[in-house]
């Protein structure tokens, strides 16, 4: 198998688009070639990561309208769906397209336009992730579904509602620091829960989940170019190596988990992923987990091995995922303040991570020039899971 | 790179489904498996091709639902959107899974279900991969652009209505001979073109393409179950070598390219796919090429280099096409008469080369006992091709 380095990394403004899918792809695309200054080498294929184009852009066959917009003929081209895994599963796709040795110079570039559709239609057509049969026609959503998830975790753990505003808290003072954010607000215990105006500011959405617990409806396309890490060198910026990615899938119907409170393809996926790196959690300096709901950012650094299960909560009361903590999470803002546009999210956690490794983040930097990044991007209610070690250097 | 074999195919009567898109895609995916005779062993790994189920199917993440139905936990899962050319796009994702050493045993599932949509939605569904400004907006369909295509390969070339003809009365003979073909319904050329009714049970569609110039609107799903060559010798079944896989891009707007008569990406495609494989078109047994309409087959015979340009309709009028001739073309009845179910089709295409290949086709078994087969998936109207080429034995 050969090795896999991330040459170049670029992204769009996340928040409401101006522009269509199609443009704010090229844009992501155009950053990520540009940032890797290949000159006139082409571009071997193109994966492209998105959800609903079909269903909310009237669009298919996106990968191919990319390889046309940016002239990159006769490169290969596939989208890839994951429902809210899209993007990591697009980014593993490139992997295995350079890995084995088929293609060299590959391009993912992940987008979703969500604004196309109003939020309940949003909020539907994120439902279609759902069980068929044993969930879907039963009304339950992304929101209900982890609404309950919460409600026995935090049963189970001692997880508080303060627990839960200090991840939107954390992540919000974040994305304010992150140019390209969607909701670039800070938020305070008193604002979100404690004050006078809380209930009315900050009403439930599925309880015990309130409106700041919850990512917004965003469009945006980020994009990442993959080498052979042999060839990653002679490119303008410091390569990042995909150490290591796995996946893993869970029964669809989350009441049918034994234990719903578990997630177990969280677990798998980041083993494997840090099996194949040859790492363990303790090695990772930042991460990128996927927030689309405050609790999963606690049960999702539980599962992947950063802290003990049920002791999430308290290493966040302590602020050692902030930046300058231990082990900061979502420096970016995640999904919560960046911005959730769902077949994209997986390769923007991918292009955060690259600039937080190559130094490059600015105002939301990790201090310590961290080596190793981590991502977690969850598909469904947890039914499909991708995570991803990347290291600084070749 | 490891070599790759296919240990396993299954597919489903093509035509009206009775059940849903996911118990196809079960069944299918059971048959490969079961075919393949791997008793307790894992699946490490699926990818599911389907262009429209988020649209017509109100379902996103299909491949963590098969996942989910067939109890494959924890196997990666992933969908792979490419249009017409979303089945061998597949195909070529598991390839690359196996090849790179990530996956070992990777099934590929083609499905899709169009009839939840009636003939006109699925004709708007499926122009959704024409140009989103040069095309679709003018209301530039398939066929309308197949028929375009048509008008000038025939005047440059010579090709008639009769040579049209003879292409869908050959396919609809061996779709006749395919018990799981979606046509099952012999032609002449007297009730096509020269009879006193052809007019009117031949209507035009899109000049000089008519009715049943035109494959029909099918659900359908097939499989096929992947492993690496080393390994394939344990299993059941002889077992196929997916000896070279190709794939191309082209400009996206049919009238921006400098020759509208040329298929660029079909050629550089079967280029690589033959080029990987070590062999030349001369090597090739028995073809399944993608007779969306039946230029097409025409066309793509020549593009990939069986007959010489403009040739095509010359070897196929000489009957070279036919089950027992030189080279035969669609002997499962190809889209025209098996049927095309779209994101399905270039599985379906990958699973009558293995039945061919292992001498297993029945009653439209090409003689001889063929070693090698080759397929072109067309995506968009040819801005997207893979080629592949599959060789008996590993």
Redesign the interface.
Known sequence: ??EVAIIGAGSTQFGRAQW?L?KMMCEASHDAIADAGIGDRPVD?VVVAN??A??NN????????L??RLN????????????PASGA?AV??G???V????HDLVLVCGGERMREVNNFEATE?VS??S??YAE?PYGVTLPALAGMFARLYMDRYGVTPAHLAMVAIKNHANGVLNPKAHLRVGLTMEGLLTGPDAAMNNPFVAEPLRFFDCCPVSDGASAVLLAPATMAKQFKKTPVRIAGIG???????VHERPDPTEL??VR?AAEKAFKMAGLKPKDIDVAELHDAFTILEIAESEEVGFFPKGEGHKALERGETQIGGKLPINPSGGLKARGHPVGNTGVSQIVELVLQLRNEAGDYQVPGKPKHGFAVNF??FG??VVATVLARGV
């Open positions: 198998m050969r269509s199609l294929a959800m609903g079909a269903r009237r669009t298919a066959g996106l990968a191919s309208a390889v046309d990159l003929f006769p490169a290969a081209a596939e989208t890839v769906e994951n429902g599963t593993k796709a992997f295995m397209a890995a084995s040795g088929v057509f279609y992730l069980h068929r879907y996946q893993a899938t869970d029964l669809h119907a177990p393809a798998l598909g469904g039914n499909n």
